[in-house]
Each structure stands twice: as C-alpha cells, then as structure tokens.
C-alpha cells in the first residue's frame, strides 16, 4: 500500500518565509503548487511544505528522523542557519530544532556520532 506524508507549517507571509526555508532544505522547492504554497520532498513520497495562513502561523511542529544528523545540522550551519535548541536524551538520540521567524519549529531528530570535541556522542 502506497502512502504519502504531507507535513504543513503555516505562515503569515510566504513570500518572506521562503528564503529561510529553501536556506533550511538546502535548495529550492520541489514543486509548488499555487502561490502561496511551496513543497519539499524530504524523503520517498514525504513531504514538507509552508502555506500562507495567518491565522495560523507560528504553532507548527515538524519532527524528521534521520540517519545523517551531524552531516544535516553541519550543512544549516553552513548555509547560515543555528539551532534554536538542542537536546540529548537516554540512548544517545539528539534532537535538533529550528524556529522560523514565525515560531514554527522543525527539528531533526537522530543519534549525533561526534560531539564539539569531534568525538563521542553529544548535542
């Protein structure tokens, strides 16, 4: 059975938001299907996506685990975005999180295989 995942923040204005968001994925949208709604495709068949709608903006939630999450907080810091939070807990899973303008949080979720130090398990 086929399944697709759709994960929607909320945003007062899309124009502005975009900019940080294509900084957050590292790239442009992967489609965009009106023009106040933009979609990346963050795995096989699931997505992320922003959507004009100030009435809501500012109360989404985004989780992703990944498999690569020293390589994916690296790649954000490079591209000029920091965590807003970051935290560890019991077995070592990590979970890294980033707050648009707005307040919406998308974090990443994973085990971090080297620390500040370079090595050893750490936020």
């Known amino acids: 059975m086929a399944q697709d995942l759709f994960a929607g923040i909320p945003v007062t204005d899309y124009a502005a938001a975009l900019p940080w968001y294509e900084q957050l994925f590292?790239?442009?949208p992967s489609f965009l299907p009106n023009d106040i709604e933009a979609v990346w495709e963050v795995a096989d068949n699931r997505y992320v996506y922003i959507v004009q709608e100030p009435e809501r903006a500012g109360n989404a939630l985004v989780l992703s685990f990944v498999d690569?999450?020293?390589?994916?907080?690296?790649?954000?810091?490079?591209?000029?975005?920091?965590?807003a939070r970051r935290?560890?807990?019991?077995?070592?899973?990590?979970?890294?999180?980033?707050?648009?303008?707005?307040?919406?949080?998308?974090?990443f979720g994973g085990v971090l295989t080297a620390g500040p130090g370079g090595a050893g398990k750490g936020p």
Do not use: C, W
């Open 26 to 28: 590292g790239r442009q």
């Open 68 to 83: 690569d999450l020293d390589d994916r907080v690296a790649e954000i810091s490079r591209r000029g975005i920091e965590p």
């Open 87 to 107: 935290e560890t807990f019991d077995g070592g899973v990590t979970k890294v999180t980033y707050r648009d303008a707005e307040g919406n949080e998308i974090s």
